[in-house]
């Protein structure tokens, strides 16, 4: 990486400045602990403003792919991120919780004069990234679901229940 990504993320906002480019995944220190492969890149887009109620806020857009272990197969499998952030800048930690008390969906943080932008996407990406992750179809033949193909073990129960109703004693 040629250069850190730093902002002063209050003036970003209140200026509605704007930030967009691509990080290589093996520069997300932070993400390499959680992926496969360091190959790839990440798109990010980052908007500064302000709100209806005056608060300042940046919009955080990152989308790639990064490779995953799955968890069932223990094979590694392409994830698509593709997460979008709104977070509202407060200047300390009682106005994010009085602001979270009004609205459970806010995300707030801290404005800094010093906001490393990579901090951000990384941030962003490792919420993306599901806590078990898996692929949809693991059979190695990709016709169906591996765990579907196992028996169902309430099968017997269901054939003795069966039998009990056609024998009537």
């Given amino acids: 990486m040629s250069k850190p990504l730093i902002i002063d993320s209050g003036e970003f906002?209140?200026?509605?400045?704007?930030?967009?480019?691509?990080?290589?995944?093996?520069?997300?220190?932070?993400?390499l602990g959680s992926v496969q492969s360091d190959a790839g890149v990440?798109?990010?887009?980052?908007?500064?403003?302000?709100?209806?109620?005056?608060?300042?806020?940046?919009r955080l857009s990152v989308t790639g792919e990064v490779s995953l272990l799955c968890q069932r197969c223990?094979?590694?499998?392409?994830?698509?991120?593709?997460?979008?952030?709104?977070?509202?800048?407060?200047?300390?930690?009682?106005?994010?919780?009085a602001a979270s008390e009004q609205d459970e969906t806010l995300e707030g943080i801290l404005a800094s004069r010093e906001q490393s932008v990579v901090d951000l996407i990384e941030d962003e990406i490792l919420l993306a990234l599901p806590l078990a992750p898996k692929h949809e179809v693991c059979a190695p033949d990709g016709n169906s679901d591996s765990v579907a193909k196992k028996p169902n073990p309430f099968a017997v129960l269901q054939q003795l229940k069966v039998n009990k109703q056609a024998d009537p004693d």
């Fill in 13 to 31: 906002a209140r200026e509605g400045l704007s930030l967009n480019g691509e990080i290589a995944l093996r520069d997300l220190q932070r993400v």
């Fill in 42 to 58: 990440i798109r990010y887009a980052l908007q500064g403003g302000v709100d209806k109620l005056q608060r300042r806020y940046l």
């Fill in 74 to 97: 223990m094979l590694p499998f392409a994830f698509a991120i593709d997460g979008d952030s709104l977070l509202t800048l407060f200047d300390n930690e009682i106005d994010i919780d």
